[in-house]
């Protein structure tokens, strides 16, 4: 296998490819990455944009809530043999306790999925407080991160594909939502679904919490429901949509059989250069700079 390619090798990190850094945002971003449907794309989503932000010299933190540890897989870290969050869940385990750099990215750490995460769900059922278990321990690690002058600038939470207690706590501890929308039809019930999940949870549990990024997945040009699907989502969700659909690649699918995400397994690949060009636009629009932009659309300046 080439030595490119290896997630412990400096050299997969591909600062050479941004032009420049991206730009920071007014402060710590934390996104759930969320959609009830399954196989969307939605932890390829989480990594890559992970991954590129981290590219562009931010700080991210990837928090795997998701009891399968596909995000863990991609990122090469082996989650058998660390504590993880369910520790953090069950046990009260501070969250710096559990999160580990990723090789080959100085600027991205996760806080794994371990084996027991499984039973959490059940764990917690008991608990005061169970839906914001998350938000505590989130809050209080950024708080001592921003005192050491070590501020996170990115926290991207990948959830389960369920409506759990996992996911609830998940959207209880962001203020922003990503969703990765596949370009079929069963994802845009997904997306129904999710949206009477977040009304209620912002009626009960957090009030700021809201869609701010959908993104389009496994695009294929050639079909046309994959159009019917894309033109969709524009005219219904026109601020939210970043509208640079991922194309369905092979690239994509088999990075994380090498441990690794599409942005170091093959950075000059399309899907990668999709990612990144997200990636890119995510950081846009979390900056001063785009903050006038954003407010103006809020406000219905933008005409689908």
Do not use: W
Not at 187 to 192: A, F, M, P, R, W
Not at 248 to 275: C, K, L, W
């Amino acid at each position: 296998m080439n030595d490119s390619r290896e997630t412990s090798s400096p050299k997969v990190i591909g600062i050479r490819r941004l032009k420049e850094p991206m730009p920071t945002p007014l402060k710590t971003r934390v996104f759930t990455v969320a959609n009830q449907k399954g196989g969307v794309g939605k932890t390829t989503t989480a990594v890559n944009i992970a991954a590129a932000l981290a590219m562009g010299g931010l700080k991210v933190l990837v928090i795997d809530l998701d009891p399968q540890g596909n995000a863990c897989t991609a990122l090469g870290i082996d989650r058998e043999e660390l504590a993880g969050m369910y520790e953090v869940l069950v046990k009260d385990l501070p969250l710096s306790e559990v999160i580990t750099k990723v090789a080959g990215f100085p600027y991205l750490e996760c806080a794994p999925a371990d084996v027991d995460l499984a039973g959490a769900e059940i764990n917690m059922v008991g608990f005061v407080s169970r839906e914001s278990r998350l938000k505590l321990a989130l809050e209080k690690f950024l708080a001592e991160r921003e005192a050491a002058g070590a501020r996170i600038d990115y926290v991207i939470i990948d959830c389960p594909p369920s409506l759990g207690l996992l996911t609830i706590n998940a959207l209880t501890a962001a203020e922003e939502v990503m969703v990765p929308i596949q370009c079929e039809y069963y994802s845009l019930e997904g997306l129904t679904l999710l949206l009477k999940t977040l009304q209620q949870v912002q009626q009960m549990l957090n009030q700021k919490v809201r869609i701010t990024t959908i993104v389009l997945t496994m695009f294929d040009s050639r079909t046309r429901l994959a159009n019917d699907v894309a033109n969709t989502v524009r005219q219904h969700f026109p601020n939210e949509l970043i509208d640079i659909p991922i194309p369905r690649a092979v690239r994509i699918s088999e990075a994380p059989s090498f441990n690794q995400t599409v942005m170091t397994y093959d950075a000059s690949s399309p899907g990668a250069i999709a990612y990144m060009t997200v990636a890119r636009e995510i950081a846009r629009r979390g900056s001063g700079d785009a903050s006038k932009q954003i407010n103006n659309l809020n406000n219905g300046a933008h005409t689908a």
